[in-house]
């Protein structure tokens, strides 16, 4: 019997890149957070609260290595806890991985390619690890 192929199985390239975005939603006004990473399907936000799952957000954000800000209208769909050794002690945070329905400029225009805008910065952008 054999398992599973256990590589990743996203339907597009994820970046782990680490950016500011700010975080809106009925529930709870707007509040800045990092994005740990990004792919033109959604990505996962640090955070210090958790919109319920299901609900829908707007995330608004600079395309990293760009001038071009985007607002995307986004779905939660997981909630997340990292652990993590910092500085001689356990620390934990918090976040929600979204994904994304609408994209906006941050001057309202609709249609916008994410995938593209990443696929342009892709020799830009930085690993993290």
């Not at 597009?12 to 994005?35: C, K, W, Y």
């Not at 957000?57 to 995307?72: Q, Y």
């Not at 593209?116 to 993290?128: A, G, H, I, S, V």
Request: include cysteine; proline fraction near 5%.
């Amino acid at each position: 019997m054999s398992l599973p192929d256990a590589r990743e199985q996203r339907a597009s390239i994820r970046f782990n890149h680490v950016f500011p975005v700010f975080l809106s939603g009925e529930d709870f006004g707007e509040i800045e957070a990092v994005a740990r990473n990004i792919s033109s399907g959604g990505m996962l936000i640090e955070t210090p609260s958790l919109p319920p799952l299901g609900s829908e957000v707007c995330v608004r954000f600079r395309v990293p290595d760009s001038d071009a800000s985007l607002v995307a209208r986004a779905e939660v769909k997981n909630h997340y806890v990292f652990n993590f050794h910092e500085g001689g002690g356990l620390r934990w945070a918090r976040g929600v991985g979204v994904r994304f329905l609408e994209f906006l400029s941050d001057t309202g225009d609709t249609h916008l390619d994410l995938g593209q805008q990443l696929t342009n910065q892709k020799t830009r952008m930085r690993t993290l690890h």
